[in-house]
Each structure stands twice: as structure tokens, then as C-alpha cells.
């Protein structure tokens, strides 16, 4: 790990910017990813049917779509 890439120091009763809370963020994920996998969802549950009828065949609701891509950003 780079000097650049690690987590900064966050000091208590001390305010942090969003760029140090974003790089702690991303340390605290990619830690967690060693001991877990990144995705933990079921593939089956005793609510299926449940659920299934509740969101047109899905178990869970699908997220909006955008409705345009973005621009490039650059």
C-alpha cells in the first residue's frame, strides 16, 4: 500500500472532508472483501412467493433505469 492510497488518520471531535471519508470508505470495503464476498444475497427464501408477486416476478424492485446516459466526463 502506497502512502497515497491509504486510509487517512480521522481524529475524533476533529471534522473530515468528504475525499478523506470516501478514501476510508473505500479501505473499510476493500478490507471487507478479503473475509466476505462481495454479494450475500440468497438465491432462494421462504418469502419467494411472496416477494415474487409483491414486484412482477423479482424478489426485490428493480432499480430505475436512467432515462439518457450521461455525458462523458472529462
Given at each position: 500500500m502506497t502512502d497515497d492510497s491509504k486510509p487517512p488518520i480521522i481524529r475524533m471531535n476533529e471534522p473530515i472532508t468528504l475525499e478523506d471519508w470516501e478514501k476510508?470508505?473505500?479501505?473499510?470495503?476493500l478490507s471487507g472483501l478479503?473475509?466476505?464476498?462481495?454479494?450475500?444475497?440468497?438465491?432462494e427464501s421462504s418469502s419467494d412467493k411472496r416477494l415474487r408477486a409483491a414486484f412482477g416476478?423479482?424478489?426485490?424492485?428493480?432499480?430505475?433505469?436512467?432515462?439518457?446516459?450521461?455525458?462523458?466526463?472529462?
Open positions: 476510508g470508505r473505500e479501505a473499510r470495503r478479503k473475509v466476505a464476498p462481495a454479494s450475500i444475497r440468497r438465491k416476478g423479482k424478489r426485490a424492485p428493480v432499480p430505475d433505469q436512467p432515462d439518457e446516459t450521461p455525458p462523458p466526463q472529462g
